[in-house]
Structures are given as C-alpha cells and as structure tokens.
C-alpha cells in the first residue's frame, strides 16, 4: 500500500490544477447533436491535413484559379438555403452587412434621412462606431466604401466589410462561424471593438464574428492558479476599456486596462501588449492573463493557462489578435486599488484661409508656443488639477 503512495501523488500533480472560469454563456457550446448531419459546422478532422475543409464542394484551386478563399465572386459560394441553415444553427445570430452609412445614400434600400443624421452624430465618437457590427474606426483600410456623411458621393458599397457576420451571444456561436468558415473555405475575420489601425477587424467577401455582445465581469477575491494566488477578475471577450473602469470602482480594485474607453481589453490589448496608464506599476496588458478562454481554428473550446495549453499560453500573449484564436473571456489579475489623474493639455492657435498660422514656422514645420502662452497653460493645468477631487470617478457612454 504504501509504496504505491507516490505514484498516486505523481498522478494528483499531473492534473488540472485550476479549473475553467467561465461564464454562464460559456456553457452553450457545440455539440454532436448540434451538428447532425450538417457536415458544413462539423469540427474540423484534426488528423486530416489542417487545410483540407471537409465540405467536398470547396475546391479552393479550382473556385478562383489560385488558392483563394471562396467570396461572394466564386461559385462555390454557400447558396442562400445554405446560409439559411446556417442562421437556423445560430439560432438567428446570423446578420447580413449593412454598412453603418448605408442610411445616408438616397439610391440604397436603407436610405433615411433622419437615420443618418443620427449616424453621423453617434459616430463623431468612436462609440458609436464600436456599437455597430460591422464599421470600424479606421474606414480607410476598408476602402471607405459607405462613408457616414448627409452629404455622400457615389453609392454606398460593401468594400472591405464582411458580407455576414455572426453577432455572438455564446461559445457555441464562435465555434459555428469558425466551423463554417473553415469548412466552406471563406474568409473568416474577428471584430470586438473595431480599433484595429490596419483593418484586422474587417474583410472583403468575408464572414465576421462579433465579440461586443459577450458581455460579463466578476470579480475573484481569491484565485487560484498554479502560479498565481490572490485578487483576479473574470471579464468577457467584449469588455470595453470604460466598463472595466466603472467595475474597478465597484469593486475598490485596479486592472491594466487601456487608456482609451472603447478600446477591447480582451482584444488586441492582451494580444498584442497594452499599454495602460498602470502599466510602469503592474506591466502590460499581456502580462495580466491567468486563464484564456479560446475557440480555436478546430472549432474547440479550450482553457488556456500555464496548466493547460501551455503553448496557446504563451503564443497568445503578444503573439496578435485573431492569430491563434478567439479569446472569449479572460482571469486576469486585480492589484489594490490606486487613484490617479490624468490630464491633457494642449496649444492650439487658428489657421488662416491658407492653412498657415504665425506659430508655425513654415520652413520646419515646428510649432512654436510663445512663453506667456506656455506658462498660462501650465498654470490653467496645476489649478484644474487642484480642483479635480480625489474620489473615485464613473464613466459611462
Ligand atoms: C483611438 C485609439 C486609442 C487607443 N488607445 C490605446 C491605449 O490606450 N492602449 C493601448 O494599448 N492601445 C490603444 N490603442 C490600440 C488598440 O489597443 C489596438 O488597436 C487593439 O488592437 C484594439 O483591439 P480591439 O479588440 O479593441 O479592436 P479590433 O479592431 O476589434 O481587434 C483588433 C484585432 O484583434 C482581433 N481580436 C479582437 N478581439 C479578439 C478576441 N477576443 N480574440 C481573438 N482576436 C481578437 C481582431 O480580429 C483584430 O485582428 C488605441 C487605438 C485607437 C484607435
Ligand atoms: C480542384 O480543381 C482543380 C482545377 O479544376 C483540379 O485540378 C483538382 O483536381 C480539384 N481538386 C479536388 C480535390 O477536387
Ligand atoms: C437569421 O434569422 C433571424 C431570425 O429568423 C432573422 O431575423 C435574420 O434576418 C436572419 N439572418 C439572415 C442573414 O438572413
Ligand atoms: C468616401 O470618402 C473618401 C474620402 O473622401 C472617398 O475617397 C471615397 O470615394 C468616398 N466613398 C464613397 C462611396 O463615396
Ligand atoms: C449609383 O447607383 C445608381 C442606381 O443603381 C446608378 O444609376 C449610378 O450609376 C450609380 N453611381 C455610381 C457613381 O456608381
Ligand atoms: C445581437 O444579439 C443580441 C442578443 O440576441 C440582440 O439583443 C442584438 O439586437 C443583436 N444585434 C444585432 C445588431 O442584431
Ligand atoms: C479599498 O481598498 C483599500 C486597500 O485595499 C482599503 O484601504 C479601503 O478601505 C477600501 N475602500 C473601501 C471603500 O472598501
Ligand atoms: C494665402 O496665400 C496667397 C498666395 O500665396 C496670398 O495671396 C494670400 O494673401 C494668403 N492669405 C492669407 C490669409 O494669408
């Protein structure tokens, strides 16, 4: 009996040691009964080479001639009952694109005057932009196909937006659009926020799925991990920068969260670095994750941590947003709370018909700021300072 006690401890030190945090629409995830026999949202055949889809009507070579994802363009294309079948998986989550702009264009469907007055007001600040499905902050990179303007030229086209998007409200709905972009070949992209500088967030002929909805924040006094004990917080894939602020103060704690209030903590933050008005005390937003929840290329729903996945662990802590997977809620750290202020301030002088003005220096470019202006500045800034209390503050949008 007793010689078999270390064996027996090998094996409890073999196991999990922390379990998965999740939240309660994390539970709903894909099923075999789910799928059936719609082999277009099946799991994909990991012994199978990863880029074969299983669905024996995509042939990417022959769909466009070079290997290409499947658009809208090719005939091999889901057909309308297809992405009906779809949609009914979804029960319904699934929405055809209308760009955020398409009410400001008499010739489109959508057109309504007062609706893009409102557009236009919403979207002067980026959440306006974040609440939408499919639009994001920098438009460019999307072509600007349907700009958000009462004054538009042209039509409002799709560009560079997705043609579907999938507005997730649970795991099994990430894990459907993967499934059915991989297993039909088309491109699939990920929006949370839509703050992405180069366009990330979007993409021409593709299917999106949208993270804004997988909503929920709690917070763990006590966590456990194997390397880590003490104050956490579960947030979700779609927690915005101000939502994580107003539960700091609900709950006297501070996270590492990013300076700008829409931006995604979960999204590119922790993906790719973060940087927060914390960071020089407690690192960056890479550095906050205890726990990943992941669907990954495969359809599966993992626990990423430095027990489990190990290798998803450290790849999706500065390895890029959407790279490895999709993150649908996260343990990160919580530290005691710490009040601060932050101020900005600015010089600005008016231009004239020329776009020139006396404080620029034409021949560099410089602005030059006279030192009456510079030291009234500094003054009108120490005296805000003063009067800004020190209790903590909410935000909201
Ligand atoms: C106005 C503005 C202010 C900013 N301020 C800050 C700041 O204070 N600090 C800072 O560090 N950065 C800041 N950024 C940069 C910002 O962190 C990056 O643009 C970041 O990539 C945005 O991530 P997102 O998820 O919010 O946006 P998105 O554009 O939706 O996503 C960015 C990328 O991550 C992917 N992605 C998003 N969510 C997930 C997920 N859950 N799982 C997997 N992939 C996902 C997307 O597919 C995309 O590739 C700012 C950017 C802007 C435009
Ligand atoms: C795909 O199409 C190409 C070109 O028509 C053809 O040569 C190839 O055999 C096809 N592949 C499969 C798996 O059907
Ligand atoms: C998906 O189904 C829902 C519910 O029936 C419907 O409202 C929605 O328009 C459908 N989406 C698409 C793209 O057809
Ligand atoms: C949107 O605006 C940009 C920049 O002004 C312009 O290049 C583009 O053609 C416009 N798009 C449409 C559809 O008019
Ligand atoms: C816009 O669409 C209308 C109607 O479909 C068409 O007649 C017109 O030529 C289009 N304009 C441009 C600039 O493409
Ligand atoms: C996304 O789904 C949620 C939950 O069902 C719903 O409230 C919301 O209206 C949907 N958003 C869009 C743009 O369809
Ligand atoms: C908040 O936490 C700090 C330090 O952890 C503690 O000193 C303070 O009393 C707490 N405040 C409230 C309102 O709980
Ligand atoms: C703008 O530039 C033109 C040409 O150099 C000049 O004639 C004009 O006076 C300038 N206007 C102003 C307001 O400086």
Request: charge should be negative; aromatic fraction near 10%.
């Amino acid at each position: 009996m007793l010689t078999k006690l270390p064996a027996l401890l090998l094996l409890l030190a073999s196991q999990r040691l922390v379990n998965a945090v999740n939240f309660a629409w994390e539970e709903t995830q894909l099923t075999k009964d789910d799928i059936g026999t719609f082999n277009s949202i099946a799991f994909a055949d990991t012994a199978a080479a990863p880029s074969v889809p299983v669905d024996s009507n995509v042939n990417l070579t022959a769909s466009s001639g070079r290997e290409c994802k499947v658009g809208p363009w090719d005939a091999a294309w889901p057909t309308e009952v297809e992405w009906a079948a779809f949609n009914t998986s979804l029960d319904g989550a699934l929405i055809m694109t209308v760009p955020q702009g398409a009410v400001c264009y008499p010739n489109n469907p959508h057109y309504d005057k007062a609706a893009c007055a409102a557009v236009v007001e919403a979207t002067g600040d980026t959440g306006g932009i974040v609440v939408d499905p499919s639009n994001i902050v920098q438009p460019w990179s999307a072509g600007e196909p349907c700009n958000i303007t009462e004054t538009p030229i042209g039509n409002c086209t799709l560009g560079g937006f997705p043609v579907y998007i999938v507005n997730a409200t649970m795991v099994k709905h990430v894990q459907l659009g993967v499934n059915f972009a991989r297993n039909k070949g088309i491109r699939l992209v990920v929006k949370n926020t839509g703050h992405d500088f180069v366009g990330r967030s979007v993409g021409a002929g593709a299917l999106s799925i949208w993270l804004h909805n997988l909503q929920g924040q709690k917070f763990l006094p006590d966590f456990t991990g194997s390397n880590y004990r003490g104050p956490a917080a579960q947030i979700a894939g779609g927690t915005q920068g101000w939502q994580v602020y107003n539960f700091m103060a609900d709950n006297n704690i501070s996270i590492v969260a990013p300076g700008e209030s829409t931006v995604a903590i979960l999204g590119g933050f922790t993906a790719v670095g973060g940087h927060s008005a914390l960071t020089s005390y407690h690192g960056m937003g890479s550095d906050q994750a205890l726990q990943l929840q992941v669907v990954t290329a495969d359809g599966r729903f993992l626990q990423v941590d430095t027990d489990n996945n190990a290798d998803l662990f450290f790849a999706m802590r500065g390895g890029g947003g959407s790279t490895y997977g999709i993150v649908t809620s996260a343990v990160v750290k919580a530290f005691p709370p710490l009040t601060l202020q932050t101020a900005q301030f600015m010089w600005s002088g008016s231009l004239d018909a020329n776009f020139s003005s006396p404080n620029i220096d034409p021949s560099t470019g410089a602005i030059t700021v006279d030192k009456e202006a510079f030291w009234s500045g500094v003054r009108e800034w120490i005296q805000f300072s003063r009067s800004v209390s020190s209790g903590k503050t909410k935000m909201s949008l």
